[in-house]
């Protein structure tokens, strides 16, 4: 059974960076694409970036770009995202998702999710 777990999250003042983690388990890490998704209270659902092999890299929300970093490590199954110069804007939870081989925008068209971790920026 396919397991998807992040870490990372926690409370920073804005300015402040932190480091997001998701660790894929029982799936061919390197086939998956794999997506950050964040959603704050009362919003939908929205692609943050995507990685997936032989692609490179996908930034999906303007916000990110500039200031999220994703990267990945196929021998270490897991998938980072470095988020710097956090605004109160970005608090949300975020979720690691992941799909066979192609990086999609959508939230439907992932097939596996993490429980989420919460990011909370103060002011």
């Known amino acids: 059974q396919v397991q998807v777990v992040e870490s990372g999250g926690g409370l920073v003042q804005a300015g402040g960076s932190l480091r997001l983690s998701c660790t894929a388990s029982e799936l061919f890490f390197e086939n998956y694409a794999m997506g950050w998704f964040r959603q704050a209270p009362g919003k939908e659902r929205e692609g943050v970036a995507c990685s997936a092999r032989g692609r490179g890299v996908t930034y999906y929300a303007d916000s990110a770009k500039g200031r999220f970093t994703i990267s990945r490590d196929n021998d270490k199954n897991t998938v980072y995202l470095q988020m710097n110069s956090l605004q109160p804007e970005d608090t949300a939870i975020y979720y690691c998702?992941?799909?066979?081989?192609?990086?999609?925008?959508?939230?439907?068209?992932?097939?596996?999710w993490g429980q989420g971790t919460q990011v909370t920026v103060s002011s």
């Open positions: 998702a992941a799909r066979y081989l192609i990086c999609r925008s959508r939230a439907a068209d992932y097939d596996y």
